[in-house]
T-cell receptor, first 115, second 117 residues
Framework: AQSVTQLDSHVSVSEGTPVLLRCNYSSSYSPSLFWYVQHPNKGLQLLLKYTSAATLVKGINGFEAEFKKSETSFHLTKPSAHMSDAAEYFC?????????????FGSGTRLQVQP | GAVVSQHPSRVICKSGTSVKIECRSLDFQATTMFWYRQFPKKSLMLMAT?????????EQGVEKDKFLINHASLTLSTLTVTSAHPEDSSFYIC?????????????FGPGTRLLVL
């Protein structure tokens, strides 16, 4: 079984300052990890994914995440927040039996960006 | 990335009626699609895994007779909420599994907001 814990339900930053959204995972298998973003009234968009290649993963819109096996973490970062980054972010783990390959979502972190 | 569509985007129905939601992969074939439910300000909960040409696999606690899933083609899965009740009101989201890039990625539809009166 797998699970994912997003350590902060809300994060507020000022525009232009760094963003850190924290995520820890648990998986019985070698996990694949993802970050998705959900803007209000919009669908989920894939930001980036880790699938056992490079541990530092670069995604869209300047986001990146580092897979740290020793810490079972996959934190999402961005050097400089933009107003348009305000949204709900989900850390997601995929594992389990090959036939279903379902995703397990974290509880989400709402990012607010102050002007 | 790949595109997944859902129809309708929102639907209002009377209690006791049935509602069908469609999920389509527009530019790739998906042997597996997933149906999720999202409550307000909550995360997504997997309801069932839809496999093309075979029966869906339901998560524990999800009534298979209430949430009928059909995956008749490689680009279409449907979720029918039968005899809907107000507690079924929710945001339903589908995803489709894509192997085109060489690695597995799930792409999500924009969601369907269901309101049962």
């Amino acid at each position: 079984a797998q699970s994912v814990t997003q350590l902060d339900s809300h994060v507020s930053v000022s525009e232009g300052t760094p963003v850190l959204l924290r995520c820890n995972y648990s998986s019985s298998y070698s996990p694949s990890l993802f970050w998705y973003v959900q803007h209000p009234n919009k669908g989920l968009q894939l930001l980036l994914k880790y699938t056992s290649a490079a541990t530092l993963v670069k995604g869209i819109n300047g986001f990146e995440a580092e897979f740290k096996k020793s810490e079972t973490s996959f934190h999402l970062t961005k050097p400089s927040a933009h107003m348009s980054d305000a949204a709900e972010y989900f850390c997601v783990v995929r594992g389990g039996d090959t036939g279903r390959r379902a995703l397990t979502f974290g509880s989400g972190t709402r990012l607010q960006v102050q002007p | 990335g790949a595109v997944v569509s859902q129809h309708p985007s929102r639907v209002i129905c009377k209690s006791g009626t049935s509602v069908k939601i469609e999920c389509r992969s527009l530019d790739f074939q998906a042997t597996t699609m997933f149906w999720y439910r999202q409550f307000p300000k909550k995360s997504l909960m997997l309801m069932a895994t839809s496999n093309e040409g075979s029966k869906a696999t339901y998560e524990q606690g999800v009534e298979k007779d209430k949430f009928l899933i059909n995956h008749a083609s490689l680009t279409l899965s449907t979720l029918t909420v039968t005899s809907a009740h107000p507690e079924d009101s929710s945001f339903y989201i589908c995803s489709a599994r894509d192997w085109t890039s060489g690695t597995e990625t799930q792409y999500f539809g924009p969601g369907t907001r269901l309101l049962v009166l």
